[in-house]
Nanobody
Framework: QVQLVESGGGLVQAGGSLRLSCTAS????????MCWYRQAPEKQRELVGI???????KYLDSVKGRFTISRDNAKTTWYLQMNNLKSEDTAVYYC???????????????WGQGTQVTVSS
């Protein structure tokens, strides 16, 4: 089992910045793709950005140029730096990864618990 723990959410004024963190822990595992999703009230969960195991990054169009995904050298913690936040960025943000573990024939998805980001206008 892999556990993902998020931190860094909160309340910020429009135009401000926040950085979210997601840390993976477990006995033996390897994280492949590192993702951030968000879900606003009464809306479907959407993919905000992905950092692949090869280092490629893709972002939701509405956050391009404002959000950046990065990771640590150990590849067990990844971040979402959010700048120039807008009220429409208000949502619960979730980290997600797919991970390899011993004994599994395919990667397994894991999700963080979610962290609230509220942007006041």
């Amino acid at each position: 089992q892999v556990q993902l723990v998020e931190s860094g959410g909160g309340l910020v004024q429009a135009g401000g910045s926040l950085r979210l963190s997601c840390t993976a822990s477990g006995s033996r595992f390897r994280i492949y793709n590192m993702c951030w999703y968000r879900q606003a009230p009464e809306k479907q969960r959407e993919l905000v950005g992905i950092l692949t195991s090869g280092g490629s990054k893709k972002y939701l169009d509405s956050v391009k140029g404002r959000f950046t995904i990065s990771r640590d050298n150990a590849k067990t913690t990844w971040y979402l730096q959010m700048n120039n936040l807008k009220s429409e960025d208000t949502a619960v943000y979730y980290c997600k990864s797919d991970a390899w573990e011993p004994g599994l024939s395919e990667l397994r998805d894991y999700w963080g618990q979610g962290t609230q980001v509220t942007v006041s206008s």
